[in-house]
């Protein structure tokens, strides 16, 4: 299970595209003489500053849960949960994944993706609350309140985690395994770290440009 923004990748595309074509205008000149001056410089790296927010922003982020555990990756930072170490997983206004950290103490982190406006989940549920009532008036017991797309983000994964559970054998509980399950949920830990090329993308032009604009002003 792979959740990623459609149109944010349209956009982070789109902008990479535009960039292309404005870089090598700049210096192989498609539209002009080449322009080697400080001033095109320092446009070449406004450009590539864009392709780091682009890529941060519209390219990075999403939402992957496997047998393993769930993987939460923003702009900056990547978190990875093994299931034994989430706590819980809810789908409101955002994506929200509970577990333990690396030492122990209990992390929250939101997803970048899937962010849903506190106005579009009050629709949503009352949506879902009148399709609730007339599935009961018809014999129907179904709630399928607040069944945004976050929501049914975090069921997914929460499924996914309840399958991960050791299972009990037919007939008397199996203590084993549910001794297993809470030495395993109580050494489980989630790592939080940064992204170096994320970090980079933005981190490497913007310095370029400061730079660029210091010595032009000093010049």
Known sequence: MTIRSTGGRVAAYAWLVFAALNLIDLFV?????????LTTVTIAFLLLLGCGIAYTVGMRPQIAGDE???????????????????????????????FAGPDGTDLETRAWVLQTSPRAQAKAEARAEKEARKGKDQGQGFDLRGRTPTGYAAQQLNEMRERQRPKARSGAPDKAAKARAESEEGAARGTV????????SLAVPLAVVVVLLIVGAVG
């Open 29 to 37: 000149g498609i539209t002009g003489d080449p322009d080697y001056s």
């Open 68 to 98: 393993a555990g769930v993987t939460i990756r923003n702009p900056l930072r990547d978190v990875r949960a093994p299931w034994g170490a989430v706590r819980r997983i809810e789908g409101r206004n955002a994506l929200t994944v509970v």
């Open 193 to 200: 770290r940064w992204s170096v090329p994320a970090v980079a």
